[in-house]
């Protein structure tokens, strides 16, 4: 999961599976591909995980002066 929010957030030109995995240095997007159309996970939980690295993100981009409020 934290491999496809890295590549939904990063500088990836066009945000495919393919393009996503490679940047997050898979060899293929097969897996990324089995977490979004097959796998089973639980929404919550995954806002639950995620929160303290977006938060992270957030503060640092506050201190280097840039917007977070994007919606």
């Known amino acids: ?23 997050a240095g898979h060899a293929t997007p097969d897996a990324l591909q089995h977490l979004l ?5 639980d929404a919550d ?5 995620l929160e303290p690295y977006v938060g992270i993100r957030r503060r640092a981009a506050r201190r280097a002066g840039r917007r977070t409020d994007r919606r």
Request: glycine share 10%.
């Open 1 to 23: 999961m934290r491999d496809c929010v890295c590549g939904l957030l990063g500088p990836v030109d066009r945000k495919n599976g393919r393009q996503i995995a490679e940047y």
């Open 37 to 41: 159309s097959r796998s089973h996970w």
């Open 45 to 49: 939980e995954v806002r639950d995980d």
